[in-house]
């Protein structure tokens, strides 16, 4: 065969959003902890995030991940999330992702009706409760890390849009949340490329501005992510909020964005627009939706922080074998501006 690798791939989504799971072909990763691991695959090798998620292999609009043996040794499995523009140290929608094949697939026993298990991630130690039956997780919750708000009301100037104010927040990555509203937006799918390229504008003007460092984690630093909100509405009785989370380099989260979801909390609470126990429904632009609370609070670091659980569904979508033949011109694939949100030379 003139393949020079092979790799087993199970295709999942989480409320729309893509999360691809690695679950062969790829031997463990140097490292004495998840962040290790990422800071080895994002410098030393990153051709496997670019031959995974460039095309002809990906789209603009996916995720891979990668499952390892665990650093914690208090963890059933760990894993690396790979998106377009980096190694994010967690992401909501790919451990709901990746909890639905480790579970669906045996390689971590289902229990049903509950299967609790452990995954370690670069952010952290994070637990997950699966609600399972007849071999399906029907729901997947975890307990993210400790979220909290680095600045409210942030003033930063942007070109074409003057003085734009948005609130700063670590929700396991770090994001800049604006007030749709407050620019004249709406979270609306017939108005994404308008939204996708304010985001993309607001986003490079916010990196110029202000680097946000995890207190605990100084590898956790800089901004891949940016939230339009909408305005909190009581719905059935619960919180109910709209989100159009931007990922770079340019394209809408497909699900309500789990970290994204964790960072809302962190500033909810902080204005007091939400208490401890409260569930908070959590609509993407598809209309798809992640159920959350606030668990408990803690500090990190100088900041007040919230601990945030988030619930959310994924499919499986496929089995496949993703091989590169040797003779293939593009062992990293190649990204285009019809399909990629291309930065400004
Ligand atoms: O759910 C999340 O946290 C994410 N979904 C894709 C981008 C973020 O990592």
Same mark, same amino acid.
């Given at each position: 065969m003139p393949f020079s690798r092979s790799l087993t791939v199970v295709g999942c989504h989480a409320e729309g959003e893509v999360g691809d799971v690695i679950?062969?072909?790829?031997?463990d990763v140097p490292g004495k902890t998840m962040q290790e691991k990422l800071i080895h695959m994002s410098t030393k090798k990153d051709h496997l995030r670019q031959f995974l998620l460039n095309e002809p292999r990906g789209r $603009?609009? @996916?995720?891979?991940?990668? !499952?390892?043996?665990?650093?914690? %040794? &208090?963890?059933?499995?760990? =894993?690396?999330? @790979?998106?377009?523009?980096?190694?994010a140290p967690m992401s909501g929608s790919n451990i709901i992702c990746t909890t639905t094949v480790l579970l669906e697939t045996g390689m971590?026993?289902?229990?049903?009706?509950?299967?609790? !298990? $452990?995954? +370690?991630?670069?952010?952290?130690?994070?637990t997950v409760t699966a609600e399972c039956e007849a071999g399906k997780c029907k729901t997947v919750? =975890?307990?993210?890390?400790?979220? =909290?708000?680095?600045?409210? *009301?942030? /003033?930063?100037p942007v070109p074409g849009l003057g003085? #734009?104010?948005? *609130?700063?927040?670590?929700?396991?990555?770090?994001?800049?949340? #604006? +007030?749709?509203?407050s620019l004249g937006l709406r979270v609306d799918n017939q108005e994404s490329p308008k939204l996708v390229e304010i985001a993309e504008r607001i986003k490079r003007a916010v990196e110029v501005a202000y680097t946000p460092v995890h207190p605990e984690n100084s590898g956790i630093t800089g901004f891949s992510v940016l939230a339009f909100t909408e305005p909190v509405r009581i719905e059935e009785g619960c919180k109910t909020s709209v989100n159009a989370v931007v #990922?770079? %380099?340019? &394209?809408? +989260? &497909?699900?309500?964005?789990?970290?994204?979801?964790?960072?809302?909390?962190?500033?909810?609470?902080?204005?007091?627009?939400? /208490?401890?126990?409260?569930? =908070? /429904?959590? &609509?993407?632009?598809?209309?798809?939706?992640?159920?959350?609370r606030i668990r408990?609070?803690?500090t990190v670091g100088k900041y007040p922080a919230v601990l945030p659980t988030v619930k959310g569904r994924a499919w499986i979508t496929s089995f496949k074998q993703v091989v590169l033949d040797s003779t293939d011109p593009f062992p990293e694939g190649f990204r285009i501006g019809d399909q990629w949100h291309m930065p400004p030379n």
């Open positions: 679950t062969g072909g790829v031997l $603009a609009s @996916m995720n891979t991940n990668l !499952i390892l043996p665990p650093c914690d %040794p &208090r963890a059933d499995a760990g =894993f690396l999330i @790979m998106e377009s523009e980096e190694y971590i026993p289902m229990k049903e009706p509950i299967t609790e !298990i $452990a995954l +370690d991630t670069a952010a952290g130690l994070v919750e =975890f307990n993210n890390v400790p979220s =909290f708000v680095l600045e409210l *009301d942030y /003033k930063v003085e #734009v104010t948005v *609130d700063i927040a670590y929700g396991g990555m770090m994001y800049v949340l #604006v +007030d749709a509203a #990922v770079s %380099p340019g &394209r809408f +989260d &497909r699900s309500p964005c789990g970290t994204g979801t964790c960072a809302r909390l962190a500033v909810l609470h902080a204005r007091g627009q939400i /208490k401890e126990g409260e569930i =908070f /429904k959590h &609509r993407s632009i598809l209309g798809t939706e992640f159920i959350s408990g609070t803690a």
